[in-house]
Every structure is written in structure tokens, then in C-alpha cells.
């Protein structure tokens, strides 16, 4: 396994095309989610994968604050495989490239409902009224604070 940490514009096409194509085969594929996954987010972002040989098997963005939330934050946080340890490797590297590379104290994300127990255990707490919907999934917003 290995953890690659690159900025958009050091991707490689083949790189992005696997981390996309990851993101479409799990939340547009298998959750059955129609929605616009190029959000014009990604340029401005870091993006972390885990490679298992050739293939992606783990990866998530970490977004610089002011873009997304007033806080930093981390998204479209996903896995080829559950419970394998895969995202606990990206979110521990993407909480270390937040606090690295933009001076995070705080990052703050939108979490499906169902991965919340996933969040909570990387040091995320549930903010107060922090449920709403997002391309018809329950979401709900979440802050990690040092």
C-alpha cells in the first residue's frame, strides 16, 4: 500500500481518472446517486489515495478554508472496499495534510448519516442541528478540533 498526497494540477491523468472513476463506481453506481461529482472544488484541492498495486482503493480531498466552509475541509472521502482500513489510512493522512498545508485547527465536514460512527472514531463530533439533505442522501455536518 501506498499514500500519495498531490495537489490537482500534479495529478496525473491516469490518477485522476482512478479517483474518479472510484467516486462514481461508489456514490453514483452503488448508492444509486444521481448528482454532479466535478464541483470545480477539486482544482483547489489536495487530494490523498491510497494505491494497493495500480489501483485506488481509498481517497479523499482536503479543501482550503473560505472554499467550501469557514472552515478547512475534507470530502468525497471514499473506499473500494469497507472495512479494510483504507479510510482510516486517508483520514489520518488527510487530517495531517489539513493541518500541514493550511494550518488547520478545526476541519469541518458534510458526512452521510450512516458513516457517522466512521468520523467519530477519526476524532469528528456532530455539530448541533447539523442534519440536512444533499442529492437526496442524510447528511450531516461534522467539526474536527485539536
Not at 30 to 51: G, I, K, P, S
Not at 102 to 113: H, L, M, P, R, Y
Request: proline share 2%; net charge neutral.
Amino acid at each position: 500500500m501506498q499514500v500519495i498526497v498531490k495537489k490537482f494540477s500534479n495529478l496525473t491523468n491516469i490518477e485522476l481518472y482512478k479517483i474518479l472513476k472510484l467516486r462514481a463506481e461508489v456514490f453514483v453506481v452503488e448508492q444509486n446517486c444521481v448528482y454532479l461529482d466535478l464541483d470545480d472544488n477539486d482544482q483547489e484541492a489536495y487530494h490523498v489515495f491510497l494505491l494497493d498495486g495500480e489501483k485506488v482503493v481509498a481517497c479523499l480531498r482536503v479543501i482550503d478554508k473560505g472554499k467550501r466552509y469557514d472552515e478547512v475541509s475534507i470530502g468525497r472521502v471514499v473506499t473500494a472496499e469497507r472495512r479494510k482500513g483504507w479510510g482510516s489510512i486517508v483520514m489520518k493522512e488527510g487530517l495531517r495534510v489539513a493541518k500541514e498545508k493550511f494550518g488547520a485547527k478545526k476541519v469541518k465536514i458534510g458526512a452521510q448519516e450512516y458513516a457517522v460512527p466512521f468520523y467519530e472514531r477519526a476524532g469528528f463530533k456532530v455539530l448541533p442541528n447539523g442534519n440536512y439533505v444533499e442529492d437526496g442522501q442524510p447528511h450531516v455536518h461534522m467539526l474536527y478540533e485539536e
